[in-house]
């Protein structure tokens, strides 16, 4: 869908001169393609994915792998509910929290239209960032198990979340994917101190206003939508 919708554009909105035109007009410079043209608002993320696919799809896919593990014991917790499986889940999200910084690295480039090598940028990253990528992994996974930890007692207590219990659990959601999704995109983009990444990812959540609302609700529909195929 996506290509297709790439297609439509460079084919269907540019506009095509013939080649009697371009003699008539005495143009001997070379014409511009629809992809060389500069874009803005949507056509600029096609514009990303045609240019740049590779390295982005290369760096999810790495990063994917690392969080096999950690998606197999999620599995494994959500059908048994035990210890040992919330300890392998968080233990391995620990171990993919470089990969995650590094793929946010990846795509920080990609947006800001810096060279990227994808590989280098990403084992790069990786051997930088990942104490803090860890530390912030750590910190991310201990907020996520006390909310699903929170939202199990509620359901068992009461057998099911009232309106009040649901607006709250909603505005945290809200919060820990804002958090999450600005949290590794500064580690991965800026270098300052780690309690300053944390500080700053909750003021981004509120003090971006429309973009930033915008990505946090993308964010937390990827995260639902991850906690509707297990649940």
């Avoid at 700053?200 to 509707?228: Q, W």
Wanted: aromatic share 16%; charged share 15%.
């Amino acid at each position: 869908m996506v290509f297709a919708a790439a297609a439509w554009y460079n084919h269907v909105k540019m506009p095509k001169v013939s080649q009697e035109r371009r003699i008539e007009y005495g143009e001997i410079e070379q014409i511009l393609e629809p992809a060389d043209v500069p874009r803005a608002g949507i056509g600029l993320w096609f514009q990303l994915l045609e240019e740049r696919f590779m390295p982005l799809f290369w760096s999810n896919l790495v990063t994917v792998a690392a969080l096999v593990p950690c998606c197999a014991c999620v599995f494994f917790l959500t059908e048994l509910w035990d210890t040992l499986s919330w300890l392998g889940a968080y233990v391995c999200f620990i171990l993919a929290g470089p990969c995650v910084t590094a793929l946010h690295y990846i795509c920080m480039k990609v947006v800001r239209g810096a060279v990227v090598w994808w590989w280098e940028d990403y084992k790069t990253c990786v051997r930088r960032e990942w104490k803090k990528a860890m530390a912030l992994s750590a910190i991310t996974g201990a907020l996520l198990s006390g909310y699903v930890w929170a939202v199990r007692l509620v359901m068992a207590v009461n057998g099911g979340l009232g309106t009040g219990y649901l607006l709250v659990f909603l505005c945290c959601s809200f919060v820990l994917a804002g958090f999450f999704a600005f949290s590794y995109q500064q580690l991965a983009a800026v270098d300052v101190p780690f309690g300053h990444v944390l500080q700053n990812a909750l003021l981004l959540i509120f003090a971006g206003r429309g973009r930033s609302f915008a990505a946090t609700v993308f964010a937390l529909a990827c995260m639902l939508l991850c906690a509707k195929f297990y649940l």
